[in-house]
């Protein structure tokens, strides 16, 4: 692995125009930027092992410079073990079998559980052996993120099948807080965040393919392979202060992921 102190230190820039639902390639760690690294990897936010997998873009931030994503893994299943499924595994047996989804071909881990799909009837290039892991889903800088090789053109999945995934995760309190995990609050910090407007209407921004219940905590914790399977992990209960707003000229008003996660947390604080 390069060091950190050696990496491309310029800045993350995306040349694919991802949509929600495609199939995209996590690219090596070696081959982040000095700020992908600092950002996603030094911070123990992404763990170093869910790099080099393809990943289903699930959400995109406003101005598509981060996107919500959750990797696509044999987990060790091979010819070699007859195509064992993750939960059935010793080295997996802490992983709950509900958590994990099914690419058509993939065995699932119930009858109640939908097989994935993708779009035009395509396959992944590993038909028996593609799951999906809710718990290691994160937000990404879109520029770590590279087209699938193995296959000639882009996967998508269908939109029926993102859906019923997307319904599947936000069955946990925890993903109401894809977008405000203090690690990504910090990422999304760092970039200028400008409106015309002084009130801030979160319901007026993304994420919004999926909105949760009524019934989900506005205090659960943020999603992470770490948390997700926790009961006893929470935000913490200090106050995020918002950060200044500008006006500008534009004929639209904007806003950065920053001031929406921030005011997400603040309405949790004060609630």
């Known amino acids: 692995m390069a060091s950190p102190s050696v990496r ?9 125009n991802w949509k929600d639902g495609d199939i995209a390639f996590l690219k090596s760690v070696d081959e982040f930027t000095s700020e992908e690294y600092d950002t996603l990897i030094k911070p123990g936010y992404l763990h170093a092992k869910a790099t080099q997998h393809p990943v289903i873009v699930l959400e995109l931030s406003a101005d598509h410079q981060h996107a919500l994503i959750v990797t696509v893994s044999a987990y060790g299943s091979s010819k070699e073990n007859n ?3 993750p939960w059935r595994q010793p080295v997996h047996r802490k992983k709950s079998p509900n958590n994990f989804h099914a690419f ?8 109640k559980k939908e097989h994935l799909e993708l779009a035009d009837g395509a396959w992944f290039p590993k038909p ?13 800088l879109s520029s770590t993120l590279k087209h699938f090789d193995k296959v000639p053109r882009r996967l998508r999945m269908t939109q029926e099948s993102l859906k019923y995934l997307l319904g599947e995760m936000v069955k946990s309190p925890r993903f109401a807080k894809r977008w405000s995990n203090p690690d ?4 999304l910090g760092s ?15 993304r994420p919004s393919t999926i909105s949760p219940p009524a019934t989900l905590s506005s205090t659960s914790a943020p999603i992470t392979s770490k948390s997700w399977e926790s009961s006893n992990v929470a935000l913490s209960s200090k106050p995020i202060a918002l950060q200044p707003i500008t006006k500008t000229k ?10 929406v996660a921030k005011a997400s947390i603040m309405v949790s604080v004060q609630s």
């Open 250 to 259: 534009q004929s639209k008003p904007t806003m950065c992921w920053a001031a």
């Open 191 to 205: 970039k200028k965040c400008t409106t015309q407007n002084t009130h801030i209407d979160t319901s007026k921004f």
């Open 184 to 187: 990504v609050l910090r990422m």
């Open 104 to 111: 058509r071909g993939s065995v699932t881990p119930n009858d």
């Open 83 to 85: 195509y064992l499924p």
């Open 8 to 16: 491309a230190s310029n800045k993350p820039t995306s040349k694919f």
């Open 128 to 140: 028996k052996t593609s799951w999906v892991y809710m718990p290691s889903t994160f937000v990404v």
